[in-house]
């Protein structure tokens, strides 16, 4: 079945140690969105590709960056993870105009 | 800043009643409304678009969407304990590479 896929699902890093969160999707769609949604709050856009073009939310920190090598995969490099950044990492995907996202199942982050 | 805002919540029914979950919106340009459905840890999931006045059924489930008024909401009828779940109303901006603003959302329990 086409969807999009995250992995892993459950990520522990330490205090300042990069790391890196991964999505990839099979619906061919040209949008890719990385969202941070923590406990009780409505998701938050960080970032989004459409196609190659990286857009960063004005608000999304540097510490955020984003990679998407081709129109399947896109990550989430998190480059030195504080306790704030403990959250669960939504990935979607979408096509430009009215059509809905479709996420994955997501990647709770958790910071030791 | 444009906003999503819903109802304060938790809602709970007793099951076999009508929900009814409301949200409003502020980007008076906005042109697609959805609802997303999120059980606790999980990843949202698509249950309802709509993109013109009036109302939309599918199933149990029907949008209604006042585009005068910037209010959207979404009624289950016949409700289930496994519709009890955070009820989140996502609304595309206006504009070219338009992304979605999302609600808190609204918890939604069901008691047998």
């Known amino acids: 079945d086409a969807m999009v896929i995250q992995n892993p699902r459950y990520q522990v890093t330490q205090f300042g140690k990069p790391v890196t969160l991964s999505c990839s999707q099979t619906l061919n769609h040209n949008v890719m969105y990385w969202y941070q949604q923590k406990s009780s709050q409505a998701p938050k856009l960080l970032v989004h590709y459409y196609d190659k073009d990286f857009n960063n939310e004005a608000d999304t920190p540097d510490n955020f960056q984003s990679r998407r090598p081709n129109t399947s995969f896109c990550f989430l490099d998190i480059r030195s993870p504080g306790l704030g950044d403990a959250a669960m990492y939504l990935c979607a995907s979408g096509i430009q105009g009215d059509q809905p996202q479709h996420f994955g199942d997501g990647t709770r982050l958790s910071i030791l | 800043q444009k906003e999503v805002e819903q109802n304060s919540g938790p809602l709970s029914v007793p099951e076999g009643a009508i929900a009814s979950l409301n949200c409003t919106y502020s980007?008076?340009?906005?042109?697609?409304f959805f609802w997303y459905r999120q059980y606790s840890g999980k990843s949202p999931e698509l249950i309802m678009s709509i993109y013109s006045n009036g109302d939309k059924e599918d199933g149990r489930f029907t949008a209604q969407l006042n585009k005068a008024s910037q209010y959207v909401s979404l009624l289950i009828r016949d409700s289930q304990p496994s519709d009890s779940a955070t009820y989140l109303c996502?609304?595309?901006?206006?504009?070219?590479?338009?992304?979605?603003?999302f609600g808190k959302g609204i918890t939604l329990s069901v008691r047998p």
């Open positions: 996502a609304v595309r901006e206006s504009g070219a590479n338009s992304k979605l603003t």
């Open positions: 980007d008076r340009g906005s042109q697609s």
